[in-house]
């Protein structure tokens, strides 16, 4: 399989909590995108690298997230002391230098906050 | 898989008929847009997209057509399958390049 890897595919955990969720791009894609969603609404925006390089961040990015590309290649998404608010289904997706704006989805984590 | 989209507006139509999904944008300066399909459970799928120097893209049983006058986007689809059950998302990029904004979503249903 050759798209966008994300691991786990659903989480749970207790609220306080830190988790942290992997996301592998598809190989010659450059770009990688964080999204989440909930549900009856569309991805929204949380972040994107270029290469290692974090270059943009959304406002609903709070102090308990971080993403790093350490290496350029995977990504990782944790968040810590988890709220019931931050329980969605959090997307990753890549796209190529070609067509940046061509978003190609993993089929996402499902994280659960109890 | 947890369902995707619980309130969304739905399209029911019939197995073999015509589908078309409207979509409103509102950044008059968006130069690409984009549709996706979500399954439940699954990540949105890549259908087909469209720069704003063009009116009218073609896929395989998908046309994307784009009214820059009234920022009016729509995704036609030919001969409506089971398969084309899903939500569909149109999506918009606003900030040159560096991510893209995603509308509501519509949800398709198909009788057979």
């Known amino acids: 399989d050759t798209g966008v890897s994300q691991d786990p595919r659903h989480k749970i955990t207790k609220r306080g909590q830190n988790v942290t969720f992997r996301c592998d791009p598809i190989?010659?894609?450059?770009?990688l995108y964080w999204y989440r969603q909930t549900l009856g609404q569309g991805p929204e925006f949380l972040t994107y690298?270029?290469?290692?390089?974090?270059?943009?961040k959304s406002r609903l990015l709070s102090d308990r997230f971080s993403a790093e590309r350490p290496k350029g290649s995977f990504s990782t998404l944790e968040i810590q002391r988890t709220e019931q608010g931050d329980s969605a289904m959090y997307l990753c997706a890549s796209s190529p230098d070609r067509i940046v704006e061509k978003l190609f989805f993993g089929s996402g984590t499902q994280l659960s906050v109890l | 898989g947890e369902s995707v989209g619980l309130h969304l507006p739905t399209l029911s139509v019939q197995e073999g008929d015509n589908s078309i999904i409207n979509c409103a944008y509102s950044n008059s300066a968006s130069d690409y847009f984009i549709w996706y399909k979500q399954e439940s459970g699954k990540g949105p799928q890549f259908i087909i997209d469209i720069r704003s120097n063009m009116d009218k893209r073609q896929g395989q049983r998908v046309t994307v057509l784009l009214n820059k006058t009234v920022k009016h986007l729509s995704l036609q689809i030919a001969a409506t399958q089971p398969g084309d059950s899903a939500v569909y998302f149109c999506a918009e990029n606003r900030n040159a390049g560096n991510m893209l904004t995603f509308g509501g979503g519509t949800r398709l249903m198909v009788k057979p």
């Open positions: 190989s010659e894609h450059n770009r």
């Open positions: 690298f270029q290469n290692e390089a974090q270059l943009e």
